[in-house]
């Protein structure tokens, strides 16, 4: 069995209430659900904060864990170096994840430090980008 790791970060614990125009009306928790029943054979555990130490701290943990690491560290992958470094410090492959477009919204967003550590990374198709990600890192 392939354990992989969600990890997301800030203002993504509001997911389904936040922005429903742009992020949907479906919880994380929900989607979990829908996402293990999809994928039995994948151990999927998830993990979330707004804090940055937090995200490295966990991060730190998972890297040397799990199979794989899905991460969306929301607006942290617009600024933080500091995630990219330890991203870059553990084993498992990762993929980032955006639910929006990050390539249509605000200049700012068209730049992702996190890019770069990950070994591809899915934007702007919703909750289902966790989905493809987790395919990308069982094949």
Do not use: W
Request: net charge negative; charged share 20%; hydrophobic share 40%.
């Amino acid at each position: 069995m392939k354990h992989i790791e969600i990890i997301n970060g800030p203002n993504l614990n509001l997911t389904g209430r936040r922005e429903p125009e742009v992020y949907g009306t479906t919880t994380m928790e929900q989607y979990l659900d829908g996402l293990r029943a999809r994928f039995p054979e994948v151990e999927i555990t998830y993990y979330q904060s707004n804090v940055e130490g937090e995200l490295i701290d966990r991060i730190q943990k998972a890297g040397f864990e799990a199979d794989g690491l899905i991460v969306n560290l929301g607006g942290y992958s617009h600024t933080s170096v500091a995630l990219r470094d330890a991203l870059l410090a553990v084993p498992a492959p990762k993929v980032e994840v955006h639910l929006s477009n990050i390539f249509a919204r605000e200049d700012y967003r068209h730049h992702s430090y996190i890019t770069s550590a990950c070994r591809g990374m899915v934007c702007g198709l919703g909750l289902q980008g966790y989905a493809l990600a987790i395919e990308a890192l069982v094949l």
